[in-house]
């Protein structure tokens, strides 16, 4: 972690701040295995993600994104969450107001006992109906049947947010009232390439925020926050908070 760039001044924010956002990104999630979407392992059988997460591909061909899907779910289901999304269930601890905005659908956050999580491209753990829109929680690894049907005969879709799909209005707009209020914002393995959530960080830093990029690399963003930490977040996260509570 390059600490130069941590002065005095900064850790008192990072300590006093009263209301906190941390916003995630795939990033956060790869010390635990599981590949992120830019990376060089982001790719399935020669398919980008932005091919396959549309709901044209899954009209074309929903049996092919399920095997996607299952493929993923079944190297999800085999992780546990690394020391990054632990330093964040004790961030939530400390902060008086404190809101985790997950890009991810791995669940990972869930399962490291963070509480106020909003998923805002939904979770590879819940399962649709795109007939009767029932959702339900679905963990069977592989899956069973592909693609999977609901009892009233609709397909079942897998429970994220598509490219060319709107986030769901109700996590969204709790996003955009944290957003408006937070003093604190940390922005976590994210590439901010995917929009509107690329968008978060300018919207807090617009209500004053004081923003922590943290990121095994420079991003879109880096020039923007206030804080740049450049390394991986499973190292630098323990550090951050020996640093700031001296924990
Ligand atoms: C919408 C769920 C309204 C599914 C996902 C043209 C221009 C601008 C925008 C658009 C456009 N055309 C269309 C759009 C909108 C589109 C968009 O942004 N497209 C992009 C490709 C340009 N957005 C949408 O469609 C959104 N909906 O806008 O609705 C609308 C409706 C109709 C028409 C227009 C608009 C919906 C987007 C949600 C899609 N669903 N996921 C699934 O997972 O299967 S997005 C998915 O990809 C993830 O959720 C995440 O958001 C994104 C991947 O980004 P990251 O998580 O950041 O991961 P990435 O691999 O890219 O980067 C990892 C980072 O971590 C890197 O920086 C790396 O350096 C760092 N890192 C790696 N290891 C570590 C690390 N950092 C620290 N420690 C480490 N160890
Ligand atoms: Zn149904």
Not at 87 to 97: F, G, I, L, Q
Not at 187 to 201: D, K, L, M, N, R
């Amino acid at each position: 972690m390059n600490e130069s760039s941590i002065t005095g001044d900064s850790i008192s924010k990072l300590r006093d701040a009263k209301s906190v956002v941390i916003l995630t990104g795939a990033g956060i999630s790869a010390e635990s295995g599981i590949p992120t979407f830019r990376g060089e392992d982001g790719l399935w059988k020669k398919y980008r993600a932005e091919e396959l997460a549309t709901p044209w591909a899954f009209e074309r061909d929903p049996a092919l994104v399920w095997e996607w899907y299952d493929w993923r779910r079944g190297i999800i289901h085999t992780k546990k969450p690394n020391p990054a999304h632990y330093v964040v269930t004790n961030m939530e601890n400390r902060y008086p107001k404190f809101t985790l905005v997950t890009q991810n659908v791995d669940g990972l956050h869930k399962a490291s006992g963070t509480k106020n999580i909003l998923e805002v491209h939904g979770c590879i753990w819940n399962i649709r109906c795109i007939k009767c829109n029932t959702e339900t929680e679905n963990y069977d690894v592989p899956i069973g049947k592909i693609p999977p049907v609901c009892e009233c005969g609709g397909l079942l879709r897998p429970g994220v947010v598509w490219f060319g799909e709107s986030l769901p209005s109700e996590v969204l707009t709790k996003t955009m009232k944290a957003l408006e209020v937070c003093d604190l914002l940390f922005v976590i393995g994210t590439s901010a390439y995917v929009q509107p959530a690329a968008s978060f960080p300018i919207m807090a830093k617009q209500n004053g925020a004081f923003v922590v990029e943290i990121n095994k690399e420079k991003t879109p963003l880096s020039e923007y926050v206030d804080l740049q930490l450049t390394g991986p977040a499973g190292v630098i996260l323990p550090e951050l908070e020996r640093k700031i509570w001296k924990a």
